[in-house]
Each structure stands twice: as structure tokens, then as C-alpha cells.
């Protein structure tokens, strides 16, 4: 019997998420569940279910539909999704951005990791978590205190769940991979910041203007090969720019 595997990813409609789903829905023997606020089309091994991952509730529910039961030899769960949020001093932040940034950026994938390790405890294949982090979880950058604050809590959830597999030989394999300044919406985003509110704003301009970002398919081909080899890789921390 031909290995069967199971990809679980978030964010898969655009930017980053959309190029790992390109390249996951091409490989034999695998199912791709796509987590997306935005409706994408189903395929014949891809299954896209619109949740909007700021709605806790909502991603509590559908927990059934994201991990399926059947029996898979790998299975890999791809915590994509992320928001920069309100780019803007303390004191001049909306609450509802506060709340949003943290629902996505960490209850979101706390909920799934947890939800993943329960599920597919019993799987003696690979089992493995990448989170989608960011340099900015260890840098001081004004105006980013929800983003960087928010990552920093998802590397920290990222090496605390791989100690814990480790302690009970559970055989999960956890990363928190920075990948990069990627060309996508993020960073449209980012340059259409404030200067009042971003004393780097100028520096994010000029890594479009020099050509300097990467594209989504290039950073898609890194993950993808950091999930295939993971055991060439030592620690929970990674960055695509260092392999």
C-alpha cells in the first residue's frame, strides 16, 4: 500500500500559504485541508474549508473537519496564516486590533497544535509542526508591539510543545521557522504604514524598491524542504535564510 499523508495549512489563499498549497495539491498520495478566510476551490485532493481564524469560536467548531480520522503515515500541520495588525504606537491602537492580532497570530495556533497532538498522537509516521514565525519575535520595532509580541508568544508555545514530546517520546517534530521578507500583501501593508507610527517605514520601502524581497514559491520550496528533511535540522528555531 502507497503512503498516504496528510498536509493541514493555514492561510492557504495567498502569499505564502497559496505557494505551499500550489506545490502540496501536486504530490501522489496526499490530502491538503486549506484553512482560509478567503473561499478558495476545491481540487481533487485539496479540501478548503473558510474559517476565519479571529473567530475562536468558530475555529473550535470545525476542529472535526480539520483533523480528519483517517489513517495517515504522515501527517503535517502548517500554521501559515498570521496578520501584521494596526502598525501603530502604544496609546494609539485600536482593542479590537489588539484582540485580533493575538486571536490569529497565537490562540489560532495554540488551538490547532494542541487539537494536532491529541489527534494524531497514535500515528507512528511523521508528525510534524511548522509555525510560521518572524524575526520580529526577537526584535525591538516601534509600532509592532502586537506582531512581534504575538510571534515571540508563538516560538515559546513552539519549543515548550516539542520539550513536552520529547519528555513523553511522543515523536513529534515542532518548529517555528522565520521565513523571510516575502513579496506579499503583508508588506503592502507594512509600507502603507504611518512614519508617525513606524520609524522604519522608509527601510520596508526600500526592500521593494530593491528588489530585495522573496518571492512566495521561493520561500514555499524552503518549508517544504525543511518538512521533507527534518531530522537535518537541529532545534525548534529556524529561518529559511540560514538554509
Known amino acids: ?17 497559496g505557494a505551499l498549497k500550489n506545490h502540496l495539491v501536486q504530490l501522489p498520495n496526499t490530502m491538503v485541508i486549506g484553512v482560509s478566510r478567503s ?8 479540501i478548503p474549508l473558510q474559517i476565519d ?20 503515515d504522515k501527517v503535517v500541520l502548517i500554521n501559515n496564516a498570521g496578520w501584521i495588525g494596526e ?3 502604544n496609546g494609539n491602537i485600536s482593542p479590537s486590533s489588539i484582540k485580533t492580532i493575538h486571536s ?8 490547532l497544535m494542541n487539537a494536532f497532538v491529541q489527534k494524531y498522537n497514535g500515528i507512528r509516521g511523521d508528525k510534524i509542526v511548522v509555525n510560521v514565525s518572524s524575526g520580529a519575535a526577537v526584535k525591538i520595532v516601534d509600532g509592532w508591539s502586537g506582531y512581534s509580541s504575538s510571534k515571540a508568544a508563538l516560538n515559546q508555545m513552539t519549543m515548550i510543545a516539542q520539550q513536552e514530546s520529547d519528555l513523553k517520546n511522543l515523536g513529534f517534530k ?29 527601510k520596508f520601502q526600500s526592500f521593494k524598491d530593491n528588489g530585495e524581497l522573496s518571492t512566495p514559491d521561493e520561500v514555499a520550496k524552503k518549508v517544504l ?19
Request: hydrophobic share 45%; glycine share 6%.
Open 174 to 202: 515542532m518548529f517555528a521557522l522565520s521565513p523571510g521578507i516575502i513579496d506579499t500583501p503583508m508588506q503592502e501593508s507594512i509600507r502603507a504604514a504611518s512614519q508617525n507610527e513606524f520609524s522604519g517605514l522608509s
Open 225 to 243: 524542504f525543511l518538512i521533507n528533511n527534518p531530522s537535518d535540522f537541529d532545534g525548534v528555531l529556524q529561518d529559511v535564510r540560514k538554509f
Open 53 to 72: 481564524l479571529a473567530d475562536t469560536d468558530e475555529l473550535i467548531s470545525k476542529i472535526p473537519e480539520i483533523f480528519p480520522s483517517e489513517d495517515f
Open 104 to 111: 490569529v497570530n497565537v490562540i489560532a495556533p495554540a488551538i
Open 39 to 46: 473561499p478558495i476551490k476545491a481540487e481533487r485532493n485539496f
Open 87 to 89: 502598525i501603530a504606537h
Open 1 to 17: 500500500m502507497e503512503r498516504q499523508s496528510l498536509y493541514i495549512l493555514t492561510g492557504a489563499s495567498k502569499g505564502l500559504g
